[in-house]
């Protein structure tokens, strides 16, 4: 019988290590580093990989010198009194059968003074595309500082028993700002021709491998802005990565996407194409003769995977946000259980989405993510006393209950009183280019079916009918409502909105759920600034409706900065046609339009629409869990019903209160 994705699970030899497969779980900023050093949270997070199947873990970005720290957890950069403490990170990676590497970073001009307090340094002083700070140009003495901080740092990855680092050369960081002459405007030996542009990589990956020997693996990360006219082509990336690898001092080379000048590419959301870096893997496979190329950017599955591999435009690949959400992705594909794996949805908002707040990463699908050294990793143990368990709405929370109280052995019942599971989360997966959740809730009905959860679809439950299910704990996950109400936060003071009575205003859900028939221009009223306003005017542009946005916010989409999805959604919306006023609010629904009042000038405006559409915030469905407030029976309410949240916290509570039982 032929092994499931052949490609993927043949071993290689890199650097004189064998690697098990060619699944690599590549860097990123985990942002869980206390005091600068790695703890229990960070050591756990990668050990869970390495568990899982990964063939190499990169270890994330390491400040090479003061003036490169990012994030309030990023890893600082000291003296040997770290070695200890990374060790561990090594020691539970590589105990665990993968590789383990460091990359090593420093972004140069783009800087983050409110963590490094530091100046930035550049090769020739342009601004940051981080925040609005400045840069000055590197003086010799500064330039030879920041090479020897890059060899140190290497030193010390080796000490602590790391295989290797990479250097991190992508997103116009500032390896790439020497490389590239829009940025490196220098006219001394550090600028100009292409030899003294690589001179500062050069330095530093020679230096690394004179003092950590030829079995020490130097990697080298790199992506392309293809869309940016000052930024490297792809071609002449591949004349500078050739020279490395005719020098011998890269062994392999990770190519991705993005980078300052394009961030919304740098880790891409659902709007973009699968597979980004493969494109600039493929070129750079077709010049380097020493070097392994590792393709990523947008691979979240082993299917996208194989196929990287199968057509030669990579030797590795990797797959970060797809193991974030499913530690175990390379073990279940190994042994054959694809269907098992619980795929990423490309939603960004806990990963890139905690760390663009400083915190540290966690997964919306996944919330043992950033807490295995609590929970015991992504698995479970089998509880001490099972019991039987009612779980009442099969929205994300209950879904969740449901699944991993039945992995650890209780006997489950879940009851949904609509005739499809996934509750308002499944509206969600009915907007444009989001099917990865409706794939997501499908995973969760495969997996209900195997731990033989009792499934009962259109079975509304109140309390009179709790005791017949004889349960000994009940979870209540039955979600939240639209209000009727029209209420604004923005108008506090204004409990309903005045005309509500005049029809034609409507929920998104009951937009979503095809409920209502909106009229041809159509009103959204968007007060969270997130998919729940944009995605469904989205939806209704494509559908041909005449939509206008409405917002309190300065700009649409505000929600989603923080997953870098705001400015293609706008783009998407501006396509299609949708108008968008912002900083307004709705004094009166007429029926046939809307009274706006203008926060910046008080002025008030009629907008002639068919109907209004609010995206506000949801209400609590408590109904039954107040009827059994009194009741006997061990009662624990989880997701929207506790307080209407996004959908990780639903996720969250669900797998805390089956972790609990």
């Known amino acids: ?180 002459p829009w940025s490196n405007g220098r006219e001394d030996e550090w600028g100009g021709s292409i030899e ?118 990579a030797d590795l690949v990797s797959i970060v946000r797809g193991q974030i959400a499913d530690p175990h992705l390379a073990r279940k594909a190994n042994e054959g259980r694809a ?74 019942i879940l009851a949904e009183a609509a005739s499809r599971l996934g509750g308002n989360f499944l509206l969600a997966g009915m907007q444009p280019r989001r099917a990865q959740i409706l794939d997501l809730i499908e995973w969760h009905e495969r997996q209900l079916t195997s731990l033989e959860v009792d499934v009962r679809l259109n079975c509304y439950v109140d309390a009179s009918d709790i005791p017949q299910f004889n349960a000994d704990v009940v979870i209540l996950a039955t979600g939240s409502y639209a209000p009727e109400t029209g209420f604004q936060k923005a108008l506090p003071g204004v409990a309903v909105l005045p005309g509500l009575e005049k029809g034609n205003v409507f929920s998104i859900e009951a937009v979503m759920a095809r409920q209502v028939r909106p009229g041809n221009r159509v009103l959204v009223f968007d007060e969270g600034g997130g998919w729940r306003g944009g995605g469904t005017a989205w939806k209704l542009a494509e559908e041909g409706h005449q939509v206008t946005m409405l917002s309190p916010d300065p700009l649409i989409g505000k929600e989603l900065q923080r997953t870098t999805a705001d400015v293609p959604l706008r783009r998407i919306l501006a396509k299609l046609g949708v108008n968008w006023l912002l900083e307004v609010s709705i004094l009166e629904w007429h029926g046939n339009g809307a009274t706006l009042l203008d926060h910046n000038t008080g002025e008030r405006r009629f907008l002639e629409g068919d109907c209004l559409v609010l995206a506000t915030t949801n209400m609590s469905m408590t109904l039954l869990a107040d009827e059994l407030r009194s009741s006997e029976h061990r009662v624990i309410s989880i997701g929207d019903c506790a307080a209407p949240r996004q959908a990780p916290y639903a996720f969250y509570e669900g797998r805390k209160a089956a972790l609990e039982l």
């Open 196 to 313: 003294n542009r690589t001179r500062f990589s050069r330095e530093i990956m020679t230096r690394i491998r004179a003092l950590c020997g030829p079995d020490f693996i130097i990697g080298l990360a790199i992506s392309d802005e293809p869309d940016h006219s000052v930024a490297l082509t792809r071609n002449e990336l591949a004349e500078i990565i050739a020279l490395h690898d005719d020098l011998g001092l890269v062994d392999y080379v990770t190519c991705g996407s993005g980078g300052y000048l394009d961030f919304h590419k740098l880790m891409p959301t659902f709007l973009y194409p699968e597979k980004l870096g493969v494109d600039l893997a493929a070129t750079i496979k077709r010049v380097v003769k020493k070097a392994l190329v590792i393709a990523e950017s947008h691979i979240r599955t082993p299917e996208n995977a194989e196929t990287v591999l199968g057509e030669g435009a």
């Open 339 to 412: 269907e098992d794996i619980r795929g990423c949805i490309s939603c960004n908002q806990m990963c890139w989405g905690r760390r663009s707040r400083d915190y540290w990463i966690s997964c919306l699908i996944n919330p043992s993510v950033g807490r295995e050294f609590e929970w015991g990793g992504d698995r479970f143990t089998p509880a001490g006393n099972p019991k039987k368990v009612l779980v009442v709405g099969g929205g994300p929370a209950g879904l969740e209950a449901a699944r991993v109280a039945a992995e650890r052995g209780h006997s489950v």
């Open 1 to 180: 019988m032929s092994k499931p994705f052949p490609h993927l699970f043949s071993t290689i030899e890199l650097a004189g290590h064998r690697l098990r497969n060619r699944i690599v779980f590549g860097a990123h900023t985990a942002n869980m580093a206390e005091g600068g050093l790695p703890g229990e949270r960070h050591i756990a997070y990668y050990a869970e990989r390495a568990i899982g199947g990964a063939a190499m873990i990169v270890v994330e970005p390491m400040p090479v010198h003061p003036a490169a720290v990012l994030t309030r957890g990023n890893f600082r950069p000291c003296d040997d009194s770290v070695i200890p403490h990374f060790k561990r990170v090594a020691e539970a990676i590589k105990g665990n059968g993968a590789i383990a590497v460091q990359q090593l970073y420093h972004i140069g001009a783009h800087g983050d003074s409110d963590n490094s307090y530091h100046p930035h340094w550049s090769p020739s002083g342009l601004p940051s595309y981080h925040d609005s700070d400045g840069s000055h140009a590197m003086s010799e003495a500064e330039i030879w500082e920041t090479i020897d901080g890059f060899v140190q740092a290497a030193r010390r990855c080796k000490e602590a028993g790391f295989d290797g680092v990479e250097v991190w050369a992508a997103y116009l960081g500032l390896v790439d700002q020497f490389w590239t």
